[in-house]
């Protein structure tokens, strides 16, 4: 088990976390709190970004590299981001039905 896999962040955190990912990826810059605030459409404020940026970088997760700059994903961070991709999620009852009807119209291969 690796350290990424240990780590439970809440769904506010796993949020910022993966726009600040997108942000620095796309743009190629630190990302700050008060950008995050303006331009994510997380309809947080800026302090309150801040402050989950603050848990995110005790966690190692994000970094700043000079002291008034904003924040810049670390090694951990960006594991974290890939494996908050993959996470598998349950089918809505549309795509259940679809997949049933599906199989239910299905000849048998064997037959």
Do not use: C, W
């Amino acid at each position: 088990m690796t350290a990424a896999t240990e780590i439970q962040l809440s769904d506010r955190a796993e949020t910022l976390l993966q726009e600040l990912v997108r942000r620095y990826i796309s743009d190629g810059e630190p990302v700050g709190s008060r950008t995050l605030s303006r331009e994510s459409g997380l309809e947080l404020s800026a302090a309150t970004i801040r402050n989950v940026m603050a848990d995110l970088e005790d966690l190692g997760l994000i970094r700043s590299p000079h002291t008034s700059s904003g924040r810049v994903p670390t090694q951990l961070g960006y594991r974290v981001f890939v494996d908050t991709m993959l996470k598998v999620k349950p089918l809505d009852a549309a795509s259940v039905d679809e997949i049933n009807s599906g199989l239910a119209s299905a000849r048998d291969p064997e037959s």
